[in-house]
């Protein structure tokens, strides 16, 4: 007759444990805080600012409402858009 060594169920479950760490520390976290910054740029903009859409629009800022901006694009041209659509700031507001 053969004995079994009795496995304890916490020795089960370390490697998924381990897996959902490796996750965290590399997917989850990193975005996270990417999100973070984003949102901080975002509130950080004021008029005057110069801006990249997520699109590719190059524009100013001309006016900041409560969840979009408006944009000049063109001497006569404004767009209106989501704040979430802002890529990135080529020029802060001085």
Known sequence: MTQQAAINPLVQL???VIIFVIFYFLL??????QEKKHK????SLKKNSEVVTICGIHGT????K?????LRVD??????IDKTAIARVTKAAS
Do not use: A, G, H, L
Not at 40 to 43: G, K, S, T, V
């Open 66 to 70: 409560e969840s979009t901006f408006i």
């Open 14 to 16: 370390f490697p998924i």
């Open 75 to 80: 001497d006569n041209t404004k767009v209106e």
């Open 40 to 43: 901080e740029m975002i509130m």
């Open 61 to 64: 800022i001309v006016n900041v």
């Open 28 to 33: 989850i976290r990193p975005q996270k805080q």
